[in-house]
């Protein structure tokens, strides 16, 4: 059976949405492998199978789906990695050039202030730069681990669109 050349959006819709069942816990294992938290590699999933719908035609033109679904997680841990080591290279630069003259470090919190709500913030500073788990973090509000996993992913989607937004500005 040949594929159409120009597929509907609700084929499009239907090809990422029976992938995603297909391979989601794949997808998240292949990342646990490569040494993502489960959390993490979770998020980096998810981060997949959003640009899979934004990219859906070249998903659905593709020879070998699961493997352009494999090669959009490896890149995405990888630009992730090298976001990290530039970070902690900057930190350590930054530590290296302001030891002796400064004391005091900067809280998150205040350094992004207004850029999200304060419980957005809270929640991404208690995951991303705590390190602490969701179920903590779920337990800390009160709430379920999903309806916090869910707020997580939300604070992280708002904050980076509105620091994108701002960093466009400048």
């Not at 494999?70 to 992730?80: C, D, P």
């Not at 400064?102 to 957005?120: A, F, M």
Request: glycine content about 4%; charged content about 35%.
């Amino acid at each position: 059976m040949e594929k159409p050349e120009n597929p509907s959006a609700a084929e499009l819709r239907q090809l990422v949405d029976s992938l995603y069942r297909e391979q989601f816990k794949k997808l998240v294992e292949k990342a646990r492998r490569s040494g993502c938290s489960l959390d993490y590699a979770e998020d980096i999933v998810q981060e997949v199978f959003q640009i899979a719908v934004e990219k859906s035609a070249d998903l659905y033109a593709s020879e070998n789906r699961i493997g352009w679904l494999v090669n959009t997680l490896r890149n995405r841990i990888g630009q992730n990695f090298r976001a990290m080591q530039y970070a902690q290279r900057l930190k350590a630069e930054m530590e290296k050039l302001h030891s002796d003259r400064y004391e005091d470090h900067l809280d998150p919190k205040d350094i992004y202030h207004g850029l999200v709500s304060d419980e957005d913030l809270d929640i991404l500073v208690r995951f991303y730069v705590e390190g602490r788990p969701i179920q903590s973090i779920a337990d800390h509000y009160g709430i379920k681990y999903e309806t916090c996993k869910k707020r997580l992913q939300r604070a992280k989607a708002r904050f980076f669109s509105n620091y994108k937004d701002l960093i466009e500005g400048i």
